[in-house]
């Protein structure tokens, strides 16, 4: 569920945190383009807060700028809480990738196997479609967020309805009421769908839910202790700031509407968890690293299709994409759009430089890749060389997305988040 894009008006005060709990003055002096770039996010696209955490060689680096809370004017903190919506699907795709290293199921199996029955209907079949197919969003089966019963989240009817549960089984039917994408493995189209079928493949293999399988193998291990799946409890547990939406009808900066507490059931495995910047960077730091897979599966997951343009990113993998920067580095993670907030999560290949960043406004994420624009290349080198300078976004209109949707390939516009 996304909001829209702000045309930029008088620029609000503007609230800079150098957090520095654990960060260097070395490391702050490395990131100061890009604590520059969260400045810009608050100053021109008017977006609340935004947050920041990066490592790298230099040490570990914490930015913020805006606010957390609009009422209270609390500015944004490394350690609070907020949605990271489609980046969920990155640990649901782990815990598969690990139950096929375990010989509990092999990733060209047909989803039919495991969930007889669940895709049929208007040329959906789960015989021709495979598990890889659902990860890499290969497989054409119909987004349940285009549903026109459900888009209803995605504006005005989201508030009378921000407390409904949404059973997985019934975002599936939703999307079987449609006609496939494209015939399975012949195209690549993001579709929040498979994420939902990929979490209840985890069920029928384990047993247990997708959330305790995550909690079990993911969090624990790596002892990611502010991170969540909260089922559908509408509320963000531990220390958090508010989130803010423009949905149609409502507006960006002071018109945004507080949108904190909703079901997340109407995203699901497909975007449901709650997350902090330092638990992402952990995650993804060592997924990368190679702890959290054998290099068999990690080298599945890593391996891209093309998105044909589609997106921002050029690949994507096994709930992983890769994004190439304009100074040659490529960077590997996910984003994720959900009603009052977008994150970006992304590491190099070797897990050696990682950045996490979020904002507390579901608009201006056509304007995230500038954030990594500043992390991974102002003032540093890459393959070709040294760094162009970055050219800002110009703030534009922001548009509704739905939930977990992808974004689209950087244009002159804003977008609002949608659970993605």
Same mark, same amino acid.
């Given at each position: 569920m996304? *909001?829209?894009?702000?045309? #930029?008006? *008088? #620029?609000?005060?503007? #609230?800079v945190l150098a957090l520095s709990v654990t960060s260097s003055s070395a490391a702050d002096r490395g990131h100061a383009g890009t604590q520059r770039a969260m400045d810009a996010l608050v %100053?021109?696209?008017r977006v609340p807060g935004v947050l920041g955490q990066a490592e790298d060689g230099g040490g570990m680096w914490h930015g913020a700028s805006g606010v957390a809370d609009r009422s209270s004017g609390r500015p944004r903190l490394a350690g609070d809480r907020f949605r990271i919506g489609s980046v969920t699907k990155t640990f649901v795709a782990t815990v598969l990738l690990q139950l096929e290293a375990e010989g509990r199921l092999d990733l060209d199996d047909p989803v039919e196997r495991w969930l007889p029955g669940r895709v049929r209907g208007n040329g959906h079949d789960g015989r021709r479609i495979t598990v890889r197919a659902l990860l890499n969003h290969t497989s054409g089966v119909a987004d349940f967020t285009a549903d026109p019963g459900y888009r209803r989240l995605l504006g005005p009817g989201f508030l009378p309805h921000r407390y409904e549960t949404h059973r997985p089984g019934e975002l599936v039917r939703r999307a079987m009421r449609h006609p496939p994408l494209f015939p399975p493995g012949t195209g690549? %189209?993001?579709s929040n769908t498979n994420y939902v079928l990929a979490g209840m493949v985890v069920e029928a293999v384990t047993g247990r839910g997708y959330a305790a399988e995550i909690e079990r193998r993911v969090l624990r291990p790596l002892g990611l202790r502010r991170t969540t799946l909260p089922g559908t409890s509408p509320v963000i547990r531990g220390r958090h700031g508010r989130a803010y939406s423009a949905l149609p009808g409502g507006g960006t900066g002071r018109r945004a509407v507080d949108v904190t507490r909703l079901d997340p059931s109407l995203a699901g495995a497909a975007g449901e968890m709650v997350s902090t910047t330092g638990d992402l960077l952990v995650f993804l730091r060592e997924l990368l690293g190679g702890r959290l897979l054998p290099p068999r599966q990690l080298a %599945?997951? /890593?391996? /891209? #299709? *093309? /998105?044909?343009?589609r997106a921002r990113f050029e690949g994507y993998g096994l709930g992983l994409w890769s994004l190439r920067l304009s100074c040659g580095t490529r960077v590997w993670g996910h984003d994720g759009d959900i009603h009052g907030s977008g994150t970006t999560a992304v590491t190099t290949r070797d897990g050696t430089h990682t950045a996490v960043f979020n904002r507390n406004g579901d608009w201006a994420a056509d304007r995230d890749t500038e954030l990594l624009e500043a992390e991974y290349c102002q003032g540093r080198t890459g393959p070709s060389g040294a760094a162009p300078p970055r050219t800002p976004a110009a703030p534009g209109r922001p548009r509704p997305s739905a939930p977990c949707a992808p974004r689209r390939p950087a244009a002159p516009a804003t977008r609002t988040a949608s659970p993605g």
């Open positions: 996304s *909001p829209r894009n702000a045309a #930029v008006g *008088p #620029v609000a005060a503007v #609230v %100053a021109q696209a690549w %189209a993001y %599945a997951m /890593t391996d /891209t #299709v *093309p /998105t044909g343009g």
